[in-house]
């Protein structure tokens, strides 16, 4: 190589420099550096995992057969539940669906792994859609057990402590709540009717405005032969710092399987749902759910199954 053409080459180099310094990050750079995300449910892994969610909706919707054939001919509508990112670019998009119309019951689920350029490279079928029968309901749910809640007997008397504002008496039962807790999504682990662990989460309806408030409840039957309790929409209410009254959501029918989430994983989380009798000296202890706007107050929370007591916050 000649002087001349060395010298030529060094320049070109220096120009070719030059311009890559120049360049702008390229979209590609951008989003990964924008998109460090790593697990997020509903609307919040549609903006995180665009690119995987759309290629799992559209995997879901063009490839119906492994959903039998019950449904692969049945008109569907799928919706994301959460996206989890993996190794090598990898993302694992988590989809419900159900039949577009004349169906209540619990959804299907199930997940596909994505990879950075939108391939679906597995795809497995987790749950799917059940239809409601009143009669055996729980029976036919992943939450039978929920119902009973648990049941305690109490080894001594419980005392209230003097003073203490989220512990009232009604006229049978010793009625604690504690501080409503909130999150945008709640996570939590529990068993089915054979005691197998399942991950499970719950989601407000309105996702952009609301979030998730919980609040553990203990009740003690300390007075009374038996208590029959019927714990429902009707059960109670949680009113806000502007004293505008919310009802607790369904907790059995809200809940769906998902991958574990800790950030939002409630330790000892235990829905508070259905049918309890309780005997003298036996208490429960669970949570009741609502769905408020975010950043909401609290006032007070009034209970209402099977006796009348009121717990404020203020």
């Not at 992943?142 to 809640?149: G, Q």
């Not at 429902?232 to 009802?247: F, I, P, Q």
């Amino acid at each position: 190589m000649t002087e001349e053409n060395r010298n030529e080459q060094e320049e070109s180099q220096a120009t070719e420099d030059s311009v890559n310094a120049e360049k702008p990050e390229s979209s590609e750079s951008k989003v990964e550096s924008t998109d460090s995300a790593v697990f997020a449910f509903g609307e919040e892994a549609t903006t995180a995992f665009p690119t995987h969610v759309e290629a799992a909706l559209k995997y879901s919707a063009s490839n119906k057969y492994e959903y039998g054939p019950r449904l692969r001919n049945s008109e569907l509508k799928w919706s994301v539940l959460s996206a989890e990112r993996m190794a090598n670019d990898i993302v694992r998009v988590n989809v419900q669906y159900t039949p577009t119309s004349g169906f209540r019951g619990n959804p299907g689920t199930e997940y596909m792994d994505i990879d950075a350029g939108g391939a679906v490279l597995a795809r497995r079928q987790l749950t799917t859609p059940k239809e409601n029968n009143p009669v055996v309901l729980m029976g036919i749910t992943a939450f039978s057990v929920v119902l009973a809640v648990v049941l305690i007997s109490l080894m001594t008397v419980f005392k209230g402590e003097a003073g203490d504002p989220l512990y009232v008496a009604g006229r049978t039962l010793w009625i604690r709540a504690e501080l409503p807790k909130q999150q945008q999504f709640i996570t939590y682990s529990g068993a089915d009717t054979s005691g197998n662990i399942y991950n499970w989460a719950m989601k407000p309806d309105d996702e952009a405005n609301n979030e998730l408030v919980y609040v553990e409840v203990t009740l003690i039957n300390q007075t009374s032969g038996t208590v029959n309790l019927v714990v429902d929409e009707s059960a109670a209410t949680l009113l806000d710092g502007n004293k505008t009254v919310y009802s607790p959501i369904n907790t059995i029918t809200r809940a769906y399987s998902a991958e574990s989430a800790p950030r939002f994983n409630v330790a000892g989380f235990v829905p508070m749902w259905g049918s309890v009798k309780l005997n003298e000296g036996q208490q429960v202890t669970g949570m009741l759910v609502f769905e408020l706007p975010a950043g909401s107050s609290f006032n007070e929370l009034r209970w209402r199954a099977s006796d009348s007591a009121t717990i404020r916050y203020q």
